[in-house]
């Protein structure tokens, strides 16, 4: 059975972060930054909050794909990416801000891959343990290109770390190659003195 309640009710969890946000936050940006944090903390990813008078804002809503990154780290990955996402650039020139952006944070070595007209990315990634994030950003157009989900706008970044297979050489493969120029070097001293 349930009960329709006189006046609006905020789950307790809701309600502390409020509390706690406020306390904390100077601003209404901070307010709901903090808000947010301690919801996908205590509740799981994916809410989103709005403060302020003016609620007529586009939001854009965010779907980790997949994601081996540490929170602190994947959190301002996404934030970059979610301002990149609500620019009118093309793909090439958010791949290679984005790119910058991580190089310069993070050093050299990041490979990014936008897309902005479809959804599906197929392929094979080989990447650095807890660098690799895939998120789709789904800008909604208008109230009425929200009822249908076609007209939206969706721009996918797939953001990973490898410095190509070089990186992961082993002791033994590096002994390989030594004793292999090694034995060049002998064989061309051979050829040579007989």
Known sequence: MFAVS??????????TAVERGAKAAKTLKELATVVQADLDDKQGRGWHVVAGKDFAVDI??????????????????????????????DSDVLCSTLKN???????????????????????????????????????????QTNKNPQHQQH???????????EASLDLITLLHRVCLVLAAMAGALFLFYR
């Open 155 to 165: 721009v996918r970044f797939l953001v990973y770390q490898h410095g190509g297979f």
């Open 101 to 143: 952006w991580l190089t310069q944070q993070y050093g050299h070595t990041w490979h990014v891959v936008v897309s902005t007209g479809s959804r599906d990315l197929v392929g094979a990634v080989h990447a650095n343990p807890g660098t690799l994030l895939d998120v789709v950003f789904a800008k909604a157009l208008s109230s």
């Open 6 to 15: 006189s006046r609006p009710t905020v789950p307790l969890a809701l309600q």
């Open 60 to 89: 854009r809503y965010a779907t980790v794909m997949e994601s081996d990154m540490l929170a602190p780290f994947e959190s301002e990955v996404l934030s970059v990416c979610q301002r990149l996402a609500v620019t009118p650039d």
